[in-house]
């Protein structure tokens, strides 16, 4: 099915979006490359398609290019051809080898890796600065790169259900972070820098090892959203109690047998949950 999207080109009498999802195919089909000169939106999701050809790394103007649910091994390194990239989505896949040459691809704003047994990141990821939206979940992934914080355009990271215990330094760098998630990780301890990432407004932690919360915690005056369910809590710091913002609160399966005093400063609180939790008794000030 082909579609003219004006907002990203006049239209032209050609195509400049192809939807090809969930049509059985093996291969890239040829209308891929029959609209080539045009075709700026690709959507391949839900095929069967183990290789990509090198004639689609000739469309160097293709912005959208998504390949979600495919049986894909690897992604060559003429990825790096395609420099007008703003939206690549290769998540689902069987994917090992991600090349270095990502990192030509400088215009992307959203990068989806998800769910592939990827044998670690390319060394070029952290040059893509432009990006606001990095999806790596399920990938295996042990740790960060050092340069990661050089990614400080990003307001929304997901790396849930991987082996992560810790975060690098640089971290802190990602001041326009908005949505992070690190469930499903195995974080023993969230590290002070979690405090200066001011932006945050919804923070997962659900299913790691922490038995406490940093202080710098309560730094995130944004922050409406948390989940540190499936946890070890023992307790809250005092200063948890400075998140204002919060409306939705799930402290569910930890160890707490009591929250702080201040608790009840947290006015905006909507929907909290504690249960499966050691509470003998909660504050008066809830409720």
Not at 86 to 98: A, G, H, K, M, Q
Not at 143 to 169: I, Q, T, V, W, Y
Not at 183 to 205: C, H, K, V, W, Y
């Amino acid at each position: 099915m082909y579609k003219c999207f004006p907002f990203l080109k006049a239209c032209s009498g050609q195509a400049d979006s192809l939807d090809k999802r969930h049509a059985s195919l093996q291969s890239v089909p040829e209308d891929v490359f029959r609209n080539g000169r045009t075709l700026e939106e690709c959507m391949l999701d839900s095929n069967q398609i183990k290789e990509l050809p090198k004639k689609i790394f000739a469309i160097t103007q293709l912005k959208r290019l998504t390949l979600s649910d495919n049986s894909l091994t690897r992604i060559p390194p003429n990825i790096g051809n395609l420099t007008a990239l703003l939206e690549l989505d290769v998540s689902r896949n069987e994917i090992t080898d991600f090349p270095e040459n990502i990192k030509f691809c400088s215009d992307l704003r959203m990068l989806d890796m998800s769910s592939n047994p990827i044998q670690g990141l390319p060394p070029g990821l952290c040059q893509l600065k432009n990006l606001t939206q990095l999806n790596l979940n399920d990938i295996t992934l042990g740790e960060l790169p050092p340069d990661f914080g050089n990614l400080n355009a990003l307001r929304r990271l997901e790396l849930r259900d991987n082996l992560l215990k810790s975060l690098p330094p640089s971290f802190g760098a990602l001041q326009c972070l908005e949505f992070l998630d690190l469930g499903g990780n195995e974080f023993a301890d969230l590290p002070p820098l979690i405090g200066q990432l001011r932006s945050l407004a919804e923070l997962f932690l659900d299913a790691n090892e922490l038995k406490t919360l940093p202080p710098q915690i309560g730094s995130l005056k944004c922050l409406f959203q948390l989940d540190v369910s499936e946890n070890f809590l023992e307790f809250l710091p005092d200063e948890f109690c400075c998140l204002a913002a919060l409306t939705d609160l799930t402290l569910t399966q930890n160890n707490l047998d009591a929250v702080p005093e201040g608790f009840g400063n947290l006015r905006r609180l909507s929907m909290l949950k504690l249960d499966s939790n050691r509470l003998v008794s909660v504050t008066s000030q809830i409720g």
